[in-house]
């Protein structure tokens, strides 16, 4: 993905440009397009055929969110669901110069479910992908910035891209730019950091943080966002102190008579509280460091999904006597030995083996592609009762053809 999306390559970008500066890469320095995750008329197919409903697609006009009434419509006999998409109100609302957001892509297209699935891999950090349509020199959102980074990959027409520096760096999810619109305001009257119109076939990465204003020019504009949602330091510090929540000590109340209005005692409460838990962090550094690590894991889980899974050529696959399988990508997962048991430990749930089936569940998880007759460790009616359960839990895939 990284390649597609960057003119320099993965360690450059690592090293240089992420979190830090935006980068842009034009289709002179590195010749693509982006057709094959989006076009026209995939736009079409989504709006007009595909049953988009309103989570997935939403209006904007001069930095302005229209209301759902716009562009929502019934669905009709057999399909009363009162939030879809009305594609004739869509282009009503298009031709006087509204931006159509279609959000969430990498849960409805399969060109983009793939592409989001390898950016992950690539980044190591949760991904998602919207699509901006915007009309002939229409602008849908006024000067801000982002709370998670973006890759812009411009599909058709083009759009014109004006940056400036922060006037906040590394926002969280919990600083939107709405709180600094005056320091925005006066920001964006400076010299632009990068002022360029994007062709399709161009990329610009946009580190979080960073503002911009997009406006199409005398086509219409189609671009991907891609955006990323970082894990940073405080992410694992959380994770870190809620797992403080182990030990009985800092479960108890504070003393009667505490008044955090009181300046003074507030501040000595929290100095006593701050050095009780570097202590507990010395003094217990192994346990919370595997718990917390837990806890990241669970939340990576909860923002990324691993592939879907067919239900019925898996247990078309289940049934049959031999079959070539191979790890659910993209699945966050651990295989641990007790004394007597192999477990396996999901985001949603622990499933337990004979230690007969621990080389195999190992080579699976490494990402072997395997035959249950021919398991390292298991005969092949075992071999075939192991990976039937595994199938049925969602846990290995048929593996796709050779």
Known sequence: MLSRCSAVDARTFADQYWGRRPLLSTSVDLPRDFSDLLSPGAVDELIAERGVRAPFLRLARDGEILGKDCYLGPAGFGAEIA???????????????ATVVLQGLHRLWPPLIDFVREAVDDLGHPVQANAYITPPGSRGFDPHYDVH???VLQVSGQKRWVVHEPVHHHPLPSQPWTEH??????????EPFIDTVLAAGDALYLPRGWLHAAEALDTTSIHLTIGVSATTGLDVARAVLDELSTIEAFRQPLPMGVAPTDRDEAVATVTKVMAEVVAALQDNAA???SGAAARLSNRYATQTRPVAV???????AAAEADIEVCWRHGLVSTVEHTENRVVLRLPDRTMTFPTSCAEALHALHRGDVLRSAGLPGLDPADGAVLIRRLLKEAVVVPAPAR
């Open 181 to 190: 619109r005056t320091a925005i305001a006066e920001r964006v009257r400076d």
């Open 149 to 151: 980074d973006v890759f």
């Open 287 to 289: 346990a919370l460091s």
């Open 310 to 316: 067919r239900p019925l050529a898996s247990l078309t």
């Open 83 to 97: 939030d879809q998409v009305d594609s004739a109100k869509v282009l009503a609302e298009l031709a006087s110069g």
